[in-house]
């Protein structure tokens, strides 16, 4: 999920994109939904170029898709990138899209023109990529038992491997930095330090009851998706 400016936009598996009115959090409203053909698993929504608002969705098999939702209720799409491997998540820094292709490891578009969007690098994983997340110019990648991949994508056609920090605790499924910490939800949640991206190192970790298989952090606080429960765990510099 996703929220920009007073919309929610959830990747909702086979029932795709659903556009959600959250002004008033106790009276959510639905706004629009878009069919995504395939599961989709996580998406990205805000101003992009010439476009006040533009969603792009990691739809597995279906790849990358982007919808112009400038009108939530009418949502279209108008363009789209089929992808080696399946699309399992995103990462946004204009006007390049990252997609964590799960066997095809990370897939680099560029999405200035978002109606031709065009591949200009990708980096092969020795892992399956569900997750990933970016602190420009590197992208840290979930890639299961592979670990974690650390990315320099300072040339996005030329992507090289800065580090790998194996948790071997699990499968890495998410990942989400904040203030030079990189938050990996495996069978829990581990805490790396990656001040220096090129030397990740072990803080901290929680095992949580489930398998967690999505983070994301806000302020103080990491928010993991753990198999059927949502927790919420303070995480102090």
Not at 164 to 177: H, K, M, P
Request: charge should be negative.
């Amino acid at each position: 999920m996703f929220v920009y400016e007073d919309c929610a936009y959830v990747a909702d598996g086979l029932s795709g994109l659903y556009i959600l009115d959250v002004t008033d959090p106790y009276h959510l409203e639905l706004l629009g939904r878009h069919d995504t053909h395939d599961y989709a698993i996580d998406v990205w929504a805000g101003h992009w170029g010439e476009f006040d608002n533009l969603a792009f969705v990691a739809a597995n098999l279906n790849g990358l898709q982007i919808v112009d939702v400038q009108n939530p209720s009418l949502p279209s799409l108008i363009g789209s990138y089929s992808i080696p491997g399946e699309a399992t998540g995103i990462h946004v820094s204009y006007p390049y899209v990252y997609v964590a292709a799960g066997t095809a490891g990370l897939q680099i578009i560029d999405a200035s023109d978002p109606y031709n969007p065009i591949l200009i690098g990708s980096f092969e994983t020795d892992g399956y990529s569900y997750g990933l997340a970016g602190d420009d110019p590197y992208i840290y990648i979930a890639d299961g038992n592979n670990g974690v991949v650390i990315i320099d994508a300072a040339d996005p056609k030329d992507p090289h491997e800065l580090a790998n920090f194996n948790i071997s605790l699990g499968s890495e499924r998410d990942v989400a930095i904040n203030n030079h910490y990189a938050y990996v939800a495996y069978d829990g949640l581990v805490v790396l330090d990656v001040s220096n991206p090129a030397h990740p190192t072990y803080t901290t970790s929680y095992r949580t009851p489930g398998v967690s298989k999505g983070v994301s952090v806000h302020e103080d606080y990491a928010f993991v998706a753990d198999f059927s429960s949502l927790m919420i765990l303070q995480v102090l510099p």
